[in-house]
């Protein structure tokens, strides 16, 4: 039987954390933004590209059993299995989020 993911993110602000759940793509697309590589241009410009390659990788890594995700600066990623996720999130903690990731 074939697993299916949860895919989430939690975002720290002014002392608050906020958690919401996001598509497979859009989780890749942050991560690789995130994870993204700087530039920079006239030696005070900053250029930041998204890096889809070491987003794969570490999705795929998240994906191993007993991984707890990545943290970076304010954000948290971390994907569940479907019963993991069913177990750990008790309080409903979660949100669906459809928007743009970059808006996080």
Request: net charge positive; charged share 30%.
């Amino acid at each position: 039987m074939r697993k299916t993911y949860v895919y989430t993110i939690s975002i720290f602000r002014n002392g608050k954390t906020k958690r919401y759940i996001l598509t497979k793509d859009k989780f890749r697309d942050s991560l690789a933004v995130e994870l993204g590589d700087t530039d920079y241009v006239g030696g005070w410009c900053g250029i930041t590209t998204a890096n889809y390659g070491k987003a794969d990788y570490r999705i795929k890594e998240m994906k191993k059993p007993n991984n707890l995700g990545l943290l970076c600066t304010n954000k948290s990623y971390r994907i569940f299995d479907t019963e993991e996720f069913e177990r750990y999130n008790k309080n409903n903690e979660y949100v669906l989020y459809l928007g743009d990731t970059c808006d996080l």
